[in-house]
């Protein structure tokens, strides 16, 4: 079957860095897609990685390695409302996004 | 219309009613989505639709069924709402279905 694994919860600290990992066991590969999801709201778009290496978009970067199954989104200097759920989700062989169920990182002051 | 809208935003609902939630987006993107996100769980997709007038069966299917009569609409439909469905119920539509995928707002159903 198809899995997409995450951690439930992480806590950081105001101003700090926090990596979230996500491990994939997918039918195929077309794409790796990082989104933001605030408490009550919509999932919004992040990242997309489809090729190994770094993406680096302002204080978030996303990491891919297809070889590993393995992806990692990380947040620097963190803000308060950064605090939110954090959702990986991968694009499979019939372009079907699968999704995990997905991170809520607490940020402290 | 500014992107993707969902109606109603909320909805408490009877056992054994039908129901059916909109879904409209202005970007003319051709494929369209239904997810229910549960506590614990990822999305999952009940139903998709890669272009107008056709339709497809996601991973929960059961109990839900929808059309794609146009680019714009994709209406979800519970014809005989059961308490399992409840949910928060969220429509997406991305440009080729290899893209980044927009959200509604969302749905909140109950159903008692």
């Known amino acids: 079957g198809q899995n997409i694994d995450q951690p439930t919860e992480m806590t950081a600290t105001e101003g700090a860095i926090v990596q979230i990992n996500c491990t994939y066991q997918t039918s195929g590969f077309n794409g790796l897609f990082w989104y933001q999801q605030h408490a009550g709201e919509a999932p919004t778009f992040l990242s997309y990685n489809v090729l190994d290496g770094l993406e680096e978009k302002g204080r978030f970067s996303s990491f891919l390695s297809r070889s590993k199954g393995y992806s990692y989104l990380l947040l620097k200097e963190l803000q308060m409302k950064d605090s939110a759920s954090y959702l990986c989700a991968v694009l499979d062989s019939n372009y079907q996004l699968i999704w995990g169920a997905g991170t809520k990182l607490i940020i402290k002051p | 219309i500014a992107g993707i809208t969902q109606a109603p935003t909320s909805q408490i609902l009877a056992a054994g009613r039908r129901m059916t939630l909109r879904c409209t987006q202005d970007?003319?993107?051709?494929?369209m989505y239904w997810y229910r996100q549960d506590l614990g769980l990822g999305l999952r997709l009940i139903h998709y639709s890669n272009t107008a007038g056709t339709t497809g069966k996601g991973e929960v299917p059961d109990g839900y069924s929808v059309s794609r009569a146009n680019t714009d609409d994709f209406p979800l439909t519970l014809a005989s709402a059961v308490p399992s469905q409840t949910s928060v119920y969220f429509c997406a539509s991305s440009d080729s279905g290899q893209g980044e995928a927009f959200f509604g707002q969302g749905t909140r159903l109950t159903v008692v």
């Open positions: 970007m003319r993107h051709n494929a």
